[in-house]
């Protein structure tokens, strides 16, 4: 009898054991989808950024299993984080890599989560060794958080003479030495991205993440429109989001010289919540439904 009992003893420890590891791996589980469901909030807000989303997890999720591998007392490597961004104007690089900065501090990859950005001047120097100097002290400010460079290529331009080769050797240098809390990102048209990896033969294999921001459709643009005007509490009448289509689409198929996708549509609509304004002070009309309306002739172009 007593060894029955023991051995429902144990059947029932068993069973209670096996219930808190359920339950530890459900929390588990749990935790990885809220971090998940984390990554799919920060982004809501942008348009067309799919792909990257899934790259954000894949960082985080190798990020994690490295941890889990670590405390199992497996080999881990440490992921380098760094990036490239490829793309043209307004297509959200600085706005993804700051939004960035703030998601990886809340996920735990880095210890600050601030977002610096620089440009050529602030790396480059006047003199021999001070390029150097200024960018070391740039790096070390970025540590805990990320280092935007946009147009990198412009460091690449003067020359073997130029001091902005200096500059790119002190990066990659001090890419690897920094990268357990430092993300650097580089970022600039594609074209030029390409050429600029070029200048250093160790440069491009410093980035193993290199993402591709493609210019906007249509109907991507006419998202971010009523997104802006959405979120100000604003709506476009029909014959105002007619005018704004016709006019996004003549731009995308001539492909306009000073059209800089969301960026041009941003700056479009900022200019007809400003008429919109003036229309109404002349005309005294403070109907909460005015107040609201954005009509055709609020939504005004570079040559009307």
């Known amino acids: 009898m007593e060894t029955e009992m023991r051995a429902s003893r144990n059947g029932r420890i068993n069973i209670v054991l096996q219930d808190t590891l359920s339950q530890t791996e459900r929390k588990r589980s749990a935790g990885f989808n809220n971090q998940f469901k984390q990554i799919e909030e920060a982004f809501n807000s942008f348009v067309g ?47 993804l890599a700051r939004r960035l900065a703030k998601l990886y501090v809340d996920l735990g990859i880095l210890s600050k989560g601030h977002f610096i950005e620089a440009e050529r001047a602030d790396l480059v120097g006047e003199y021999i060794g001070q390029t150097a100097q200024k960018t070391r002290a740039l790096i070390e400010k970025a540590m805990g958080g990320i280092l935007f460079i946009d147009e990198a290529y412009s460091l690449a331009r003067g020359g073997e003479k130029d001091f902005g080769k200096e500059a790119i050797d002190t990066l990659v240098k001090h890419m690897e030495d920094g990268h357990k809390d430092f993300i650097l990102i580089l970022a600039g048209y594609p074209s030029e991205m390409g050429r600029f990896l070029s200048t250093n033969p160790g440069l491009e294999s410093r980035f193993p993440f290199i ?40 731009q ?17 609509m900022e200019k007809a919540i400003r008429l919109q304004a003036y229309r109404l002070v002349q005309t005294e009309n403070y109907q909460p439904e005015r107040l609201m309306e954005i009509t055709a002739a609020d939504i005004k172009f570079e040559n009307e």
């Open 49 to 95: 950024v799919k792909q990257i989303k899934t790259t954000i997890k894949q960082i985080y999720a190798t990020v994690l299993i490295n941890e889990k591998r670590k405390e199992a007392g497996l080999s881990s490597n440490q992921q380098v984080l760094h990036m490239l961004f490829k793309g043209n104007p307004g297509t959200g690089k600085t706005t």
């Open 252 to 268: 995308l198929a001539t492909k306009g010289r000073h059209f800089a996708n969301a960026r041009s549509v941003r700056n479009l």
């Open 211 to 250: 993402l591709d921001f493609p210019d906007y459709k249509l109907e991507e643009l006419m998202e971010i429109a009523h997104q802006m005007v959405r979120l100000r509490e604003y709506q476009l009448t029909m014959e105002a989001d007619r005018k704004l289509r016709d006019y996004l689409y003549h």
